[in-house]
């Protein structure tokens, strides 16, 4: 009787850890792919400001003629559009729920006016000495000029 009613707590404990989260799947599910696409924009974002910086300075660090690091800059940005829709609005690259729609505080760092990434948010100006007239609304404004 005593191993009777082991093997039914320890089967009522297994059917628990896998029932009861069934409730919160498309969350579990959504964090992997989540994870891998934010560490993935900020690898493009970092290989696409090396590409613009061989470009511009031609010292051939990189071992890679003009054409092909114009078409490696071409790539890396398209891929970083796409990385970024994935985290932001979900539905591709195997994330299914975006940012957007379930972190409200990713959308004040992202879209709302003045600088809400830093503490000093309330009194910063948040001007670029080298863009003046730049009215900056979160950081989605500053990525569309990192775009261009």
């Known amino acids: 009787p005593v191993y009777a009613i082991?093997?039914?707590?320890?089967?009522?404990l297994c059917l628990g850890s896998v029932l009861f989260p069934a409730r919160a799947v498309p969350?579990?599910?959504?964090?992997?792919?989540?994870?891998?696409?934010?560490?993935?924009?900020?690898?493009?974002?970092?290989?696409?400001?090396?590409?613009?910086?061989e470009l511009v300075l031609d010292d051939g660090f990189s071992r890679m003629t003009k054409a092909e690091l114009h078409g490696a800059l071409q790539?890396?940005?398209?891929?970083?559009?796409?990385?970024?829709?994935?985290v932001r609005q979900g539905?591709?690259?195997?994330?299914?729920?975006?940012?957007?729609?379930?972190?409200?505080?990713?959308?004040?760092i992202m879209y709302d006016a003045g600088c809400p990434w830093r503490e000093e948010a309330a009194s910063a100006d948040c001007k670029l000495d080298a863009i003046p007239t730049l009215r900056i609304?979160?950081?989605?404004?500053?990525?569309?000029?990192?775009y261009d």
């Open 75 to 86: 790539w890396h940005l398209t891929e970083l559009r796409r990385s970024n829709a994935a």
């Open 27 to 53: 969350e579990i599910t959504n964090l992997g792919p989540t994870t891998n696409q934010a560490g993935r924009r900020r690898y493009l974002t970092r290989a696409c400001v090396h590409f613009s910086r």
């Open 137 to 146: 609304n979160g950081l989605f404004s500053l990525l569309l000029l990192f």
């Open 91 to 108: 539905n591709m690259l195997g994330v299914t729920i975006g940012a957007d729609w379930r972190n409200e505080r990713h959308n004040a």
């Open 6 to 12: 082991a093997l039914a707590a320890l089967l009522a």
